[in-house]
């Protein structure tokens, strides 16, 4: 059964990037039909979608966030990542990991890590 | 303010129907699948209805969504009280900055 977990610091304080590691088990991330994504979730707020990437290292990325986004790819440990740069408290939230086929939304969810940006 | 609308509160009594609605345009649910997800309190969102209309496997045929231009709509009959959550549509954007995945605000469904 395919899982992702997301890893990480859960406390970044604000103007440094925040990092974040998923890891796919149960799965191949370098699978021809899958995405590799980021979503997050201010606190009592919606779903905002970051970005995703395939395993060639092909990226889409949200416009609003695309100039503080990186998203990389290592197949060879079956992880991606997420790097936003220069946060502020208006990036705490609740950082999913997720899969998804090209022009699809996410049909697979990581269960979700808390990210507070505080000094 | 989110791409797609979607009311923000929506409320029945068990064993009603309730039906969401999502509201979107023409480079988003106009040319693209929508997908409908349930969220509980504390809880990763867990997919409800892909490509407009398809459920997944382990998902009660209770849940049902359409589509109709650039509108998509969630059904909910024989309301239960574990129906209680979150409920999110989304979809692809073909927007002129790059597609993305764009969603709905979010409804909040109560059952009374």
């Known amino acids: 059964q395919l899982q992702l977990q997301e890893s990480g610091p859960g406390l970044v304080k604000p103007s440094e990037t925040l990092s974040l590691t998923c890891t796919v088990s149960?799965?191949?991330?370098?699978?021809?039909?899958?995405?590799w994504g980021w979503i997050r979730q201010p606190p009592g707020k919606g779903l905002e979608w970051i970005g995703s990437?395939?395993?060639?290292?092909?990226?889409y990325y949200n416009p609003s966030l695309k100039s503080r986004v990186t998203i990389s790819v290592d197949t060879s440990k079956n992880q991606f990542s997420l790097k936003l740069s220069s946060v502020t408290a208006a990036d705490t939230a609740v950082y999913y990991c997720?899969?998804?086929?090209?022009?699809?939304?996410?049909?697979?969810w990581g269960q979700g890590t808390l990210v507070t940006v505080s000094s | 303010q989110s791409v797609l609308t979607q009311p923000p509160s929506a409320s029945g009594t068990p064993g009603q129907r309730v039906t969401i609605s999502c509201s979107g345009s023409?480079?988003?649910?106009?040319?693209?699948?929508v997908y409908w997800y349930q969220q509980l309190p504390g809880t990763a969102p867990k997919l409800l209805i892909y490509?407009?209309?398809q459920r997944p496997s382990g998902v009660p045929d209770r849940f049902s969504g359409s589509k109709s231009g650039t509108s998509a709509s969630l059904a909910i009959s024989g309301l239960r009280s574990e129906d209680e959550a979150d409920y999110y549509c989304?979809?692809?954007?073909?927007?002129?900055?790059?597609?993305?995945?764009?969603f709905g605000g979010g409804t909040k469904l109560t059952v009374l």
């Open positions: 149960g799965g191949s991330i370098s699978s021809s039909s899958y995405y």
């Open positions: 990437i395939y395993y060639s290292g092909s990226t």
């Open positions: 989304a979809a692809w954007d073909d927007s002129l900055s790059g597609p993305y995945v764009v």
């Open positions: 997720a899969r998804h086929r090209q022009y699809e939304p996410v049909d697979y």
């Open positions: 023409s480079s988003n649910i106009g040319s693209n699948y």
């Open positions: 490509r407009n209309n």
